[in-house]
T-cell receptor, first 118, second 109 residues
Framework: GAVVSQHPSWVICKSGTSVKIECRSL??????MFWYRQFPKQSLMLMAT?????????EQGVEKDKFLINHASLTLSTLTVTSAHPEDSSFYIC??????????????FGPGTRLTVL | AQRVTQPEKLLSVFKGAPVELKCNYS??????LFWYVQYSRQRLQLLLR??SRESIKGFTADLNKGETSFHLKKPFAQEEDSAMYYC???????????FGTGTRLQVTL
């Protein structure tokens, strides 16, 4: 199957700083990528849909100025957590959508990035 | 709004016993349902989807629109089936997925 990578796999930062997380589709082009957030022992919650060459679409309750998404190429989307605070500490997971013509489009998931804000 | 419910947080079964992981959904349209699996220290991966009517690793799931359910079943559990299982719903809007809270399957000897 297709491979999606995330970098970094974990990051610790001080409160007030910004952190950038990269999501790459390694062997396919993805016009659409998704960013999820997962709290401990909870499900994945979709934060936003990242579209190549256009603005991201954010889910209700997700602050777009807080979580900046850039999808500058067909293989890379970035999520920047701006002015991070301890409550932003979480596991962030991205997925890339591989379109298979007329059949269903499948999402391939990255391994996740654990963010800890001190 | 759409919703996916997985009532069991943990399901513990003996090796060789049948497994049924429950999933119910609420959505007024025609949904596409999926099961994703996450093995220990691995990323989330697609297990199966209802439109393909396939059996993967011995697992099957049938979409029951009357009961709005998509339960995952396997006749004989194996140790390697131990993992976290998520049911997910795609309403067809830009391929966005709504996930259930997940069920941890623990297969013991």
């Amino acid at each position: 199957g297709a491979v999606v990578s995330q970098h970094p796999s974990w990051v610790i930062c001080k409160s007030g700083t910004s952190v950038k997380i990269e999501c790459r589709s390694l062997d396919f082009q993805a016009t659409t990528m998704f960013w999820y957030r997962q709290f401990p022992k909870q499900s994945l919650m979709l934060m936003a849909t990242s579209n190549e060459g256009s603005k991201a679409t954010y889910e209700q309750g997700v602050e777009k100025d807080k979580f900046l998404i850039n999808h500058a190429s067909l293989t890379l989307s970035t999520l920047t957590v701006t002015s991070a605070h301890p409550e932003d500490s979480s596991f962030y997971i991205c997925s890339a959508l591989q379109r298979e013509g007329s059949s269903y489009n499948e999402q391939f998931f990255g391994p996740g990035t654990r963010l800890t804000v001190l | 709004a759409q919703r996916v419910t997985q009532p069991e947080k943990l399901l513990s079964v003996f090796k060789g016993a049948p497994v049924e992981l429950k999933c119910n959904y609420s959505y007024s349209g025609s949904p596409e349902l999926f099961w994703y699996v996450q093995y220990s220290r691995q990323r989330l991966q697609l297990l199966l989807r209802h439109i393909s009517r396939e059996s993967i690793k011995g697992f099957t799931a049938d979409l029951n629109k009357g009961e709005t359910s998509f339960h995952l079943k396997k006749p004989f559990a194996q140790e390697e089936d131990s993992a976290m299982y998520y049911c997910a719903l795609d309403t067809g809007t830009a391929s966005k997925l709504t996930f259930g809270t997940g069920t941890r399957l623990q297969v013991t000897l």
